[in-house]
Structure formats: C-alpha cells, structure tokens
C-alpha cells in the first residue's frame, strides 16, 4: 500500500518535502516503517530517537500502520 | 477554563492576562520565553518555529489536564508562534491564574517544561554563518 508521510524540522529538510509517498507492505509497524525510511534516507539514523505519530499520537515501535492514517515523522521537539 | 494556540502572529501579552484574570483567582504566573540573540557565542539573526499544529495542540491539552490534576489552577493558558521571530520577540506565552500563588508557580514550570519535552514544536536558529536546527537540553 502507499501511505503518505508528513515530516517535519531536520527530517523535512532531509525528506526534502514536508509529504512523501512510500510504498510500504500491507502490513508495516512504525518499527518496519522507520527501517524503510533509513535505508531509502539513510541522514535520519544520524538524528537521535525521532519518533513516529500516528493519527496526532505518540506511536509505539510495534503499532501498526493503516493507509487511512495520517503517519508523521517527529525529530527531537524543541518548542518554546 | 484553559485556551491552547499556535498562532503565526505576534503574541499579545496583555491579551493573554486578560483572558485568564478572574476574581476567584490571588493571582497570575506568567513565563514568557523570548529570542535570545546570541548562542554560544553566534549571533542569531532570526529563529525559524515549525509546529505540527494539529499535535501540537492535543499534546498542550494533555499537559494542561493534568496540570489541572496536580494544583488548584484555576485557568491556564498557552499561546505559541510559528514563523520568523527575531530577537526579543515573544515565542512562548504560559499564564496560570490560582487562588494561591504556590500553585500558579508550581503548574506553570510544570507546563513549560513538559511543553519543551512533549510538544512537536521545532526551531532552528539562522546565525549570519549558517544555520541549525535546535537540539532538546538534556
């Protein structure tokens, strides 16, 4: 399935689009999601404990990814 | 009550009292955070805020219900920016209103601490040779 990716900060300047489309098996974990995006973006291994959110959440390694989700990529957040 | 904002306009701070004042409360705690013009030594020409707003948001009203948890608040309010901010402008405004001034104090380091720790909100400081992305402060 493809899914739609939204990243931001660093890992956007390294995606080079804040969307990005990947083809990703029917079933992927954030787990298997992040090891697809490190071998096709291999610069974001290089940025500590990014996370991944699914649908506005805090996703755990093993969360399952459904194409209707909306899935964002978070490096270390730095606010205020 | 409790109001959470990602605004791309300057923030009014005066507003911001105003919205959280009440009579039931002794008084208000306020932490302002600003742009500071230099980082070890580089001079900052302009920070750069990105948030994901819709996150953002849901994340400020985790921290604010469980602020109302922890103290006897009686209203909070959180107003970030986004955008281009140059030295000395306002990015962050935390304003906790309590009948004692114990708690305002209390909840508001709480807020913003947690916020720095929580809340997908990101900057990179733009220096006149080069530029970065922010990294969290242990």
Known sequence: MKVTILSFGSIRE????????????????????????????????????????INDEYASG??????????????????? | MNEMKILSTPLNIQACIDKIISPQSGGIDMFIGT?????????????????????????????????????????????????ILKPGETAVVIAVSAAHRDAAFDACRYII?????????????VFEDGEEWVSPNP
């Open chain 2, 35 to 83: 742009v500071r013009d230099s980082t070890k030594g580089r001079t900052v020409k302009h920070l750069e805020y990105e948030a994901y707003e819709s996150m953002a948001v849901k994340e400020m009203q985790k921290i604010v219900d469980e602020a109302f948890k922890k103290w006897p608040v009686q209203n909070i309010l959180i107003h970030h920016r986004t955008g």
């Open chain 1, 62 to 80: 093993d969360s399952t990814i459904k194409q209707s989700d909306e899935i964002a990529v978070i490096p270390p957040v730095c606010g205020g």
């Open chain 2, 113 to 125: 601490e947690t916020l720095k720790k929580t809340v997908p909100i990101w900057k990179k400081e």
């Open chain 1, 14 to 53: 390294i995606f080079g689009n804040k969307f990005t489309e990947i083809e990703v098996p029917d079933t992927t974990t954030v787990d298997s999601l992040k090891a697809l995006l490190e071998s096709k973006y291999p610069r974001i291994k290089g940025i500590a404990s990014y996370m991944v959110a």
